[in-house]
């Protein structure tokens, strides 16, 4: 079988994996029910909780009670839904970009999350591996997550990178710790006038998009301050997601051997037949492009993200299902360090970036 058409057909889940599937399915639109019901119920005081971390930690707890007595029958499934599950979430969120959006926001907000990008990865990689001795998959995935788009980042990682479930958790745990805190931090920074010092409403939408985790924590920082700056800084945000392609890319070929076992080096042509390209990465941006290109009917639109949302959560819950506390317990706390360092670096290191770009 020709391998482009394997590749269609691994998306196309067999009788195995439904019963896993439909737990999964019902799971999540729990999850997406919960999370609206939480906000109505507490007149909006909850703000900033999502579906997302909401479906990794009902998965948790699933997953260290019930779910061991019917994993034989579910396993196939919850893995589908990690997988393939996840690709497809990561390609249908180029229903939430438009190029003519990146186009409103200016080279400024561009420069910026590339500069906030790569010195926050590569920070994080440093510290991670040198000063802390936190295992390298850890650190990838808290690199990856505090420097692109958070939860989905971390999991859009982990194919790449290979790493176990619970190390993505507890990668995704940092995001939600420290990307909460910041959603509140920025906000009342701004209102005590210390960062209206240095940027403007304009700039701080940006410095919001660049380096805040999670988009609906970058929503809940940016409308704070007003509609306006609460759009320039989710535009910012997803020219940030857009980068995950690239990224992943690149974090593939840095993983590839660099010898064949023999002590011997490969050449630079051998490295880059080993990489996995993340193909459905490059396929969000294809989305993006289309969605720019050509006429879509705001229903399809509005229908296209309603399913990312689902599949994303149903992605983070079966997560939570195979993720066990025994494991996140022997990691220590290290990794939250870590993500502790990384959320400083943010806010001091990404508004230094920020205001310098200001000043161009």
């Given at each position: 079988?020709?391998?482009?058409?394997?590749?269609?057909?691994?998306?196309?889940?067999?009788?195995?994996?439904?019963?896993?599937?439909?737990?999964?399915?019902?799971?999540?639109?729990?999850?997406?029910?919960?999370?609206?019901?939480?906000?109505?119920?507490?007149?909006?005081?909850?703000?900033g909780?999502?579906?997302?971390?909401?479906?990794?930690?009902?998965?948790?707890?699933?997953?260290?009670?019930?779910?061991?007595?019917?994993?034989?029958?579910?396993?196939?499934?919850?893995?589908?839904?990690?997988?393939?599950?996840?690709r497809?979430?990561?390609?249908?969120?180029?229903?939430?970009?438009?190029?003519?959006?990146?186009?409103?926001?200016?080279?400024?907000?561009?420069?910026?999350?590339?500069?906030?990008?790569?010195?926050t990865?590569?920070?994080?990689?440093?510290?991670?591996?040198k000063?802390?001795?936190?295992?390298?998959?850890?650190?990838?995935?808290?690199?990856?997550?505090?420097?692109?788009?958070?939860?989905?980042?971390?999991?859009?990682?982990?194919?790449?990178?290979k790493?176990?479930?619970?190390?993505?958790?507890?990668?995704v745990?940092?995001?939600v710790?420290?990307?909460?805190?910041?959603?509140?931090?920025?906000?009342?920074?701004?209102?005590?006038?210390?960062?209206q010092?240095w940027?403007?409403?304009?700039?701080?939408?940006?410095?919001?998009?660049?380096?805040?985790?999670?988009?609906?924590?970058?929503?809940v920082?940016?409308?704070?301050?007003?509609?306006?700056?609460?759009?320039?800084?989710?535009?910012?945000?997803?020219?940030r997601?857009?980068?995950?392609?690239?990224?992943?890319?690149?974090?593939?070929?840095?993983?590839?051997?660099?010898?064949?076992?023999?002590?011997?080096?490969?050449?630079?042509?051998s490295?880059?037949?080993?990489?996995?390209?993340?193909?459905?990465?490059?396929?969000?941006i294809?989305?993006?492009?289309?969605?720019?290109?050509?006429?879509?009917?705001?229903?399809?639109?509005?229908?296209?993200?309603?399913?990312?949302?689902?599949?994303?959560?149903?992605?983070?819950?079966?997560?939570?299902?195979?993720?066990?506390?025994?494991?996140?317990?022997?990691?220590?706390?290290?990794?939250?360090?870590?993500?502790?360092?990384?959320?400083?670096?943010?806010?001091?290191?990404?508004?230094?970036?920020?205001?310098?770009?200001?000043?161009?």
């Open positions: 079988m020709p391998s482009f058409v394997k590749a269609i057909t691994d998306y196309i889940p067999r009788t195995r994996h439904l019963a896993g599937l439909i737990v999964v399915l019902i799971g999540s639109l729990f999850c997406l029910w919960l999370n609206t019901r939480l906000d109505i119920w507490s007149q909006g005081r909850i703000i909780l999502s579906s997302l971390t909401l479906a990794i930690l009902l998965g948790m707890v699933l997953g260290n009670t019930i779910y061991p007595k019917f994993a034989a029958s579910l396993s196939a499934g919850v893995g589908f839904a990690k997988a393939q599950i996840l497809l979430a990561i390609m249908f969120y180029g229903f939430k970009l438009t190029l003519t959006e990146v186009a409103g926001v200016g080279t400024p907000a561009v420069l910026s999350d590339a500069l906030v990008l790569t010195s990865f590569l920070l994080t990689y440093w510290i991670g591996t000063l802390l001795k936190v295992d390298k998959e850890t650190t990838l995935l808290i690199g990856s997550g505090a420097s692109i788009c958070g939860a989905a980042a971390v999991i859009a990682a982990e194919p790449v990178i790493a176990e479930a619970h190390k993505v958790t507890i990668a745990a940092t995001v710790v420290f990307g909460t805190l910041a959603m509140l931090l920025y906000p009342f920074l701004y209102h005590l006038g210390w960062l010092l940027l403007s409403p304009q700039d701080y939408g940006v410095y919001t998009g660049s380096t805040i985790h999670e988009v609906a924590q970058v929503v920082a940016g409308n704070a301050i007003s509609d306006d700056v609460g759009d320039t800084a989710v535009v910012t945000k997803m020219i997601v857009m980068m995950l392609a690239p990224f992943l890319l690149i974090l593939s070929f840095a993983l590839t051997k660099s010898g064949n076992g023999e002590g011997k080096k490969l050449s630079l042509i490295r880059i037949k080993q990489v996995k390209v993340p193909w459905f990465a490059f396929i969000f294809l989305i993006v492009l289309l969605h720019t290109w050509l006429s879509i009917s705001n229903s399809f639109e509005n229908t296209m993200i309603i399913l990312d949302d689902i599949l994303l959560t149903m992605a983070m819950l079966a997560l939570g299902l195979t993720t066990h506390l025994s494991a996140i317990k022997q990691a220590g706390a290290k990794p939250l360090i870590l993500g502790a360092i990384m959320f400083g670096w943010l806010i001091l290191g990404g508004g230094l970036i920020n205001i310098g770009i200001s000043f161009i």
